[in-house]
């Protein structure tokens, strides 16, 4: 029996009578500061890029991109996670043009930066996989697996040109064995202490990154099955959780969120770091695609899947809604 007893006068529902009775009761709120843009700058081209996949979404020009961080501080959005595109003729094995000082995910950090200064938590995805040419987030061993190890000196480097490029945060994302620590020593040894890290911490081998591939250009052919997690392992992930936190995680994160809300909660249930979610593409796609068919009321269920995420533990939430979001946060609707 539930502590009220029987008592027929205990009535849930006066909670919920106004909107100002069930504004002044609501457990979770969003604000803008929690939110977090992912943004694409692609190299060579002159106009943005729409992607099909995700409308609304496009791979921008360095110029259209500082206009993006812009408005992004406008709206009171709390970071800006940046993805880089090289040009096809760049790709190769190793990845290269991610370690490449003057590459576009380096020339994108600089040119944000400028742009926003300390007003926007600058962060950059730490992975080779937009860079190689076989698609995969590390180096290939002869083969033709995904070296560990070799891909960790590959990603110390990367965390080197980045935090020289002025990122405040590095988002290493390759789900390599040992990577949160390589990164933070290789930050550590070029005096860059200060620059944090967002641990893509419990990333599953989701199909709900579809449309990403689309979004970077992606050139794999295979999957990520061994090194992403498999989606129907959720005790892993206090696993993965337990070594990034040792190895010097500032931050962890949960990707996607919506099928993995259990695995944020138990997460959000170990740590006491903050904990990032990350509203994937697929989810992305899925409402808009919805809501463009009139199957579904689009800002409710957008708002509605962010605070689902909140709920079940977020601190901050990557998203591609996040200036449109945090600008009707702050008109208040
Ligand atoms: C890897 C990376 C991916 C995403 C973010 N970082 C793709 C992947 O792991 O296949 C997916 C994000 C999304 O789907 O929105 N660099």
């Known amino acids: 029996m539930s502590v009220y007893g029987n008592h027929p006068g205990t ?34 081209i002159s106009e943005p890029v729409p992607v099909s996949s995700m409308p609304g979404v496009v791979q921008h020009t360095r110029d259209t991109l500082r206009k993006a961080a812009a408005e992004a501080v406008e709206a009171g959005v709390g970071g800006i996670m940046l993805f880089g595109l090289p040009e096809e ?24 930066r400028s742009e926003v200064g300390d007003d926007l938590v600058v962060m950059s995805d730490l992975c080779l996989d937009e860079f190689t040419d076989h698609g995969h987030c590390g180096v290939l ?73 689309e979004a970077v250009n992606s050139s794999l052919s295979g999957d990520r099955k061994t090194y992403q997690q498999d989606p129907a392992n959720a005790r892993e992930s206090l696993r993965e959780l337990a070594l990034d936190l040792a190895e010097g995680a500032d931050m962890v994160m949960v990707k996607p969120a919506l099928p993995y809300l259990d695995v944020l909660r138990r997460v959000a249930d170990t740590v006491d770091v903050p904990i990032g979610a990350y509203q ?54």
């Not at 290789?186 to 860059?192: Q, T």
């Not at 808009?288 to 689902?308: D, F, K």
């Open 11 to 44: 009535r849930p529902r006066r909670l919920r009578t106004t909107p100002a009775m069930r504004r002044m009761v609501s457990e979770h709120r969003l604000h803008p500061a929690e939110l977090i843009l992912p943004a694409f700058v692609r190299d060579g």
């Open 89 to 112: 003729a760049e790709k190769d094995g190793t990845g290269s043009a991610g370690t490449d000082p003057d590459g576009i995910l380096q020339r994108a950090i600089r040119d944000v």
């Open 141 to 213: 061993d002869d083969r033709g697996r995904v070296d560990n190890d070799a891909t960790l000196e590959r990603y110390a480097e990367m965390a080197r040109v980045q935090a020289d490029a002025g990122v405040h945060t590095v988002g290493p994302s390759g789900m390599m064995d040992g990577q949160v620590r390589v990164v933070r020593e290789a930050l550590d040894g070029a005096g860059h202490q200060d620059v944090s890290i967002l641990a893509y911490t419990a990333k599953y081998a989701s199909a709900f990154f579809g449309p990403f591939r």
């Open 280 to 333: 994937v593409s697929g989810e992305y796609a899925m409402i808009e695609a919805a809501a463009a068919n009139g199957w579904l009321e689009r800002e409710r269920v957008i708002e509605e899947s962010l605070t689902g995420a909140k709920r079940a533990g977020a601190s901050v939430i990557l998203t591609y809604w996040a200036t449109e979001v945090a600008l009707r946060l702050s008109r208040g609707e």
